[in-house]
């Protein structure tokens, strides 16, 4: 069977796999007991192509699920899981996409202004409740990336961050362990998970068990976009400035195949991957492709993003776009979460039919 055919005219996604990810598909196909890991990558809005997925993989896929789930994200990526991770997945959602989607600012809002707001965001979907559910889940395991920042990284004051930032892209442009002299990774993580600290051997990376004092900061943490929004300093358990987890990973060049005993799901803005923030003008800055052995990555189609509204996902530049006509940007948005659930329908389609085991195609063709 062509699988070209399968992937931009039957279907809206793309299905990429690691070796071992492709090699058990092809096999076996893809059942919901064949992952034990998702991730959720940075992006802010583009986050939103991916609200059907979201909503159908959780609220029916995993919806008997009983063994454990590694989840991990960074930045909206976390946020993301962090609805997922609530009682009523589906409805949870929905309510933090709808208020994601609803955010206001200013003509020209200062770090403040969009930190408030993305507090005010996440205050809408987690409380106390939805806190203490999360931590005792009955199969989902949180994890939170955030980037800790040494020396001058530690100021919001764009006199200090400016040259911060110019020596870490510099340095970060010669070899990408060389972020290790600016950033340190720390991932939040449910104190019952069996992700272990000795398989992170390219950036220091620290553990921190989530509770309830801090999950609510490290989710701040790791949307604290630099210079759009302010750091986040001291979380309990973990001290010190903290900012984007998209810093270190922003699409992820994790040691998936190591840390993972089965497979990796990963739903994608893109069919494309950028390791960190710093390497997106860094064309030949791929993933390892021994880490992605074992991720199944399921991103929407060329042809399905040129058929969105303005043929593009959504991006922060929308706030720029629309800022006279905020009521366009919301609308637009909206019509992309409607569109996502094409996306969702076709997986679940193929996975359920075994087509899945002709359109999923090498992950190494993007590596």
């Not at 994601?100 to 809408?124: C, F, G, H, N």
Request: with cysteine.
């Amino acid at each position: 069977m062509n699988t070209d055919k399968i992937d931009s005219e039957k279907f809206p996604i793309v299905i990429r796999a690691g070796k071992r990810a492709l090699e058990h598909i092809r096999i076996n196909g893809l059942s919901d007991d064949d992952i034990d890991m998702f991730a959720g990558a940075s992006g802010g809005p583009k986050g939103l192509v991916l609200a059907g997925f979201d909503e159908i993989i959780f609220g029916e896929w995993f919806k008997n699920r009983k063994r454990a789930l590694n989840m991990i994200g960074s930045s909206i990526g976390s946020f993301r899981l962090a609805a997922i991770s609530q009682k009523n997945p589906s409805e949870r959602i929905k309510i933090f996409y709808n208020r994601y989607i609803s955010q206001q600012y200013t003509a020209k809002p200062d770090s403040a202004e969009v930190s408030d707001e993305a507090l005010a965001i996440l205050k809408y979907y987690l409380d106390n409740n939805s806190i203490d559910y999360i931590l005792s889940h009955p199969f989902m395991r949180l994890h939170i990336i955030a980037a800790r920042c040494r020396g001058l990284g530690g100021s919001d004051h764009k006199i200090a961050l400016a040259p911060f930032f110019a020596a870490a892209y510099t340095m970060n442009m010669l070899n990408r362990s060389n972020l290790k002299l600016f950033f340190e990774r720390f991932i939040f993580r449910d104190c019952r998970s069996s992700i272990l600290e000795h398989q992170f051997n390219d950036i220091n990376t620290k553990m921190v068990n989530l509770n309830k004092q801090n999950l609510f900061d490290s989710l701040m943490a790791s949307g604290a976009i630099p210079f759009a929004m302010k750091h986040v300093t001291d979380i309990e358990g973990a001290h010190g400035v903290f900012r984007d987890g998209g810093l270190i990973d922003y699409h992820f060049d994790l040691p998936f195949n190591h840390i993972s005993e089965k497979l990796v799901l990963y739903p994608h803005f893109f069919d494309s991957l950028c390791p960190g923030w710093l390497d997106k003008k860094i064309k030949s800055r791929k993933p390892s492709a021994d880490n992605y052995s074992n991720v199944i990555m399921i991103a929407p189609n060329e042809n399905f993003i040129k058929s969105l509204p303005g043929g593009k996902i959504p991006d922060r530049n929308d706030f720029i776009l629309y800022k006279n006509c905020p009521e366009k940007r919301v609308e637009r948005w909206e019509q992309v979460v409607k569109r996502s659930f094409e996306l969702a329908d076709a997986f679940m389609h193929l996975t359920k039919t075994g087509e899945i085991a002709n359109a999923a195609t090498p992950i190494e063709g993007i590596l």
